[in-house]
């Protein structure tokens, strides 16, 4: 069970330390919003600050001062000071980072809260008896809740450390009486109570969940801070209007409307107003669509019509042809001017893995197979052709000596005039041999 409690926000199951009382999450990149430490793997550096980061119950993180110098590690459960009492947090950020994050949220950090010390067993039994309250919590206040016929919805519970308060956090639309909503929940769960109104955005960051892209919500995963979105931002983009569409799960207008933005603004800078028709002799084209980067506002005669009416313009002549207006002239054509739009781009790459068969890499294997197979009867071949050549040699050398079987070096010339020859010179050299023995 105490894997359960450390996992509050956390996707991945930490590790409990062997010694009684220390407790540490060592899962890396597990809870939602988590900050990398780059400077964690530089050796021979000590960025070791009195500045820790430290997490609650989902999104909620805060920043504290290590006065008493502690060694404290990312994953470490500890024990900080709240108002009243202490409440119990997990490390998630230490060193020269948290004041970089701090910067960047705007906290200065003249009035921090202090860390009292690690989590001991006493510590850890109180959290985790409060967070096993925090469901039939959640189950009673929203009754208590429908009872009264408010208009709100209780979003979460969340227990301090030390079981003295609990904060309820709620959306609306409205301003809520909480007099005695207070005063029902002191009754039943006798604690502090506190109420925080938060917005549909951050429910969604809170609750968690999958978008429309198949990934997880950025409001839960790594966005910390909701900057407001608005139809304009559709418009610029030239998305359609259509609220199933632009919402996202929270029921707001999606955040990643914004992302690309700036993009769209820049690009459209030089564009004309699209909402002045152009006058032509056959009448006035009115915009219908806009293609941003390729610089391309499609006009027709007739909203009503169809696509096959479409005149494609580049911007450029759209300038000239509303400038022209103005001066009074009117263009002849529309068309004359859209005839090199009308192709379509052509494309600067070709995929060559593309082109090819599904099954090439069979017809591959097959030949190599055919080739293999020739290759196996051809060496047969030479092995037994080389065998016989090897046995007609032996029943050479066993036979006697003749010029016939000799080796080619050692065989005479067949030709008979040459053979008679050498047998005269021979016979010659034998001779004059004996006559000088004669004489000696």
């Known amino acids: 069970m105490i894997d359960y409690y450390i996992t509050r ?25 988590n900050v990398f430490d780059w400077l964690e793997t530089i050796p021979d550096n000590d960025f070791s600050g009195n500045l820790v980061e430290v997490r609650f119950k989902n999104t909620r993180k805060g ?22 009492g202490h409440d ?12 970089v994050q701090m910067k960047r949220y705007g906290i200065s950090d003249l009035n921090l809260k202090k860390i009292y010390r690690k989590a001991k067993s006493n510590d850890t039994e109180k959290w985790f008896q409060a967070i096993e309250r ?12 429908t009872e009264l016929e408010l208009d709100m919805k209780i979003s979460d519970v969340e227990f301090q450390g030390d079981k003295t308060k ?30 925080k109104q938060i917005g549909a955005r951050q429910e969604a960051g809170k609750v968690g969940g999958i978008g429309t892209c198949g990934r997880e919500l950025c409001c839960a995963s790594w966005m910390s801070s909701f900057i407001s979105v608005s139809t304009s931002a559709a418009r610029y983009q030239e998305v359609s209007l259509n609220p199933q569409k632009l919402a996202g799960q929270c029921g707001k207008l999606k955040c990643c409307l914004n992302y690309e933005l700036k993009c769209y603004i820049e690009a459209q800078a030089d564009f004309p107003d699209t909402s002045i028709p152009l006058e032509t002799e056959q009448g006035k084209a009115y915009h219908t669509k806009t293609d941003v980067f390729r610089r391309i506002i499609w006009y027709s005669f007739d909203k009503d019509k169809d696509s096959d009416s479409f005149i494609p313009l580049d911007v450029d002549v759209v300038k000239e ?22 192709k379509e781009p052509s494309i600067s790459y070709q995929n060559a ?14 030949k190599k197979k055919k080739k293999s197979g020739k290759d196996h009867r051809s060496s047969n071949e030479v092995f037994v052709k080389k065998n ?14 003749t010029t016939e079987n000799k080796p080619r070096n050692e065989r005479g010339h067949h030709h008979p005039v040459r053979n008679q020859k050498r047998e005269e010179r021979r016979e010659k050299r034998e001779e004059g041999r004996g006559e000088k023995g004669k004489f000696e």
Do not use: H, W
């Open 166 to 195: 609990a904060t309820f956090y709620y959306i609306s639309d409205e301003r809520v009486d909480f007099r005695q909503l207070i005063k029902d929940y002191a009754d039943n769960f006798k604690v502090r109570i506190e109420m």
């Open 321 to 342: 042809i509303i400038r022209l207006n103005r001066q009074g002239i009117l263009v002849k054509d529309l068309r004359a001017n859209s005839e090199s739009l009308d």
């Open 9 to 33: 926000g956390c996707i991945r199951n930490p590790v409990e330390d062997v010694e009684e009382g220390k407790f540490q999450c060592t899962c890396n990149g597990c809870n939602k919003l």
């Open 63 to 84: 920043y504290y001062i290590n006065n008493s110098a502690q060694p404290l590690l990312k994953g470490d459960v500890v024990a900080v000071e709240a108002s009243p």
């Open 134 to 145: 925090e469901p039939e919590m959640m189950r009673i206040a929203r009754q208590i809740v």
């Open 88 to 99: 119990v947090g997990v490390v998630s950020l230490t060193g020269e980072l948290v004041a």
């Open 388 to 401: 016989s050549e090897k046995e007609e040699q032996k029943e050479i050398r066993k036979q006697p000596e």
């Open 353 to 366: 893995v593309g082109e090819d068969s599904i099954n090439r890499f069979e017809e591959k294997r097959r």
